[in-house]
């Protein structure tokens, strides 16, 4: 999924640090992209994992979600205050640090339980959390002004291409392809448990050595723009006068939420006898399909914004998503399968169309109003928590009808503000 830069800042010396100078250093900051979009992506692995290992219901499992996209909310405005306290490049390299903590206590809780997986994910969420609002403007600065946007085009590319990978990788590794024998059923969860340690540790190494890369290479010096604000320590009443930016962040949060939440359950529902009946192994590469198509979307949308206004497209591809989702509620077989994977395509364009259409003319409350979008993101821990108790009292497929909710009042969204935008 895709972040937007919540600081507004100035810098030192731009124009002297863009050229040959600044490869490397963007360099490190596209493969932090791609590491936190392969870390988030993997949680759509590890819940139906996670959820086998220790016989959970679906609501006990999405509170892996739970845990770490209550994060996003509860750490943002800490991590604001800590990156003004200490910098950019140290507050990166903390929230790197702290990540690869998260990574590594997933070793003692794989012989510990579930509850100490929960803490897992909240501590690696808190690091990235800290990491993107720490790294995210350095994108803008790491060069001439002029091709900052081809920049953050770049990293966020390779952002999608993490949350492609994750899922393909994260079944090879971890999830296990056939049925246990009853005699070994004990021994056989003692191992599917064991399954996270080496590719966490892996991953924790990884982290580690890109904080101390971080730690190392030149950057430019910036600070923030206090006028300005970004990350919000207070929030005005008046911003919340705008009426196109509280129904924006209500479309954040809806959006983030419907999306994870399909990915999350996505496993579990090619699972279905009456869908696909695929082990959990091989269902994690079709979660591949539906994080690649949001990345090959990105650039057909970037083409057809050019001519379609941003609400007409939001409007479109959530009117698809509603029916490929109602499609997948109401089918069965190959067509409910490849309905829900194909939602992921028309995702592409919703989290940067919605919040550049919530932010239109706020002015000098630009700042406050991406904290408060940013914070919208928390509808990835709240949304599948919902679809969870749908699921566990009327069927797992019969609950998809929270995401299609959510999209429903996308679609609103982008009719009502549908002429914002001039597409010239």
């Not at 810098?11 to 791609?34: K, S, Y």
């Not at 990491?131 to 966020?156: D, E, F, W």
């Not at 990350?231 to 999306?259: D, M, Q």
């Not at 007409?312 to 069965?332: D, E, Q, V, Y």
Request: proline share 4%; aromatic share 12%; with cysteine.
């Amino acid at each position: 999924m895709e972040h937007v830069a919540s600081a507004a800042m100035r810098t030192r010396g731009q124009t002297d640090q863009a050229g040959q100078g600044n490869t490397v250093p963007l360099i490190i900051i596209t493969l932090l992209f791609f590491m936190w979009g392969l870390l988030t992506s993997l949680n759509d692995v590890l819940i139906p994992h996670l959820k086998s290992i220790y016989t959970l219901n679906y609501v006990q499992a999405m509170l892996v979600q739970f845990c770490f996209f209550g994060a996003y909310f509860i750490v943002s405005l800490p991590a604001g205050m800590l990156i003004k306290r200490i910098g950019y490049q140290r507050g990166a390299v903390s929230g790197l640090v702290l990540a690869a903590g998260g990574c590594a206590l997933f070793y003692p809780a794989s012989m510990n339980g579930y509850a100490l997986f929960l803490l897992a994910f909240f501590v690696l969420a808190s690091g990235i959390t800290i990491l993107q609002v720490a790294a995210n403007p350095y994108v803008t600065v790491l060069g001439a002004p002029a091709t900052a946007s081809s920049r953050l085009t770049l990293t966020q590319a390779f952002n999608s291409l993490g949350t492609t990978i994750a899922p393909t990788l994260g079944g090879i590794l971890i999830l296990s392809e056939g049925a246990p024998a009853v005699a070994n059923l004990v021994k056989t969860k003692a191992e599917e448990a064991a399954a996270v340690q080496m590719p966490y540790l892996v991953l924790a190494a990884a982290l580690l050595a890109l904080a101390i890369l971080f730690a190392l290479v030149r950057l430019p010096k910036m600070t923030h723009a206090e006028e300005e604000g970004g990350v919000i320590s207070t929030v005005e009443k008046s911003v919340l006068v705008h009426r196109h930016l509280v129904l924006g962040a209500i479309g954040i949060f809806l959006y983030v939420g419907g999306e994870v939440s399909i990915g999350s359950f996505l496993i579990n529902f090619l699972g279905e006898s009456n869908v696909a009946s695929l082990p959990a192994g091989a269902a994690a590469h079709y979660v591949s399909y539906y994080w690649g198509g949001a990345m090959v979307g990105r650039f057909i949308g970037f083409a057809v914004m050019r001519y379609v206004s941003p609400g007409k497209a939001l409007a479109f591809n959530s009117a698809a998503s509603i029916a490929l989702i109602l499609t997948a509620i109401f089918g069965g077989g190959a067509v409910a399968m490849w309905a829900i994977i194909a939602v992921g395509l028309f995702n592409s364009i919703m989290f940067p169309t919605i919040f550049s259409m919530a932010l239109h003319k706020l002015g000098k409350q630009t700042g406050q109003g991406s904290g408060i979008l940013c914070m919208a993101i928390v509808g990835g821990a709240v949304v599948p928590f919902i679809q969870g108790l749908l699921a566990d009292s009327i069927g797992l497929q019969w609950s998809f009808f929270v995401p299609a909710a959510c999209y429903t009042f996308i679609l609103y969204f982008g009719v009502k503000y549908a002429s914002m935008y001039s597409t010239r």
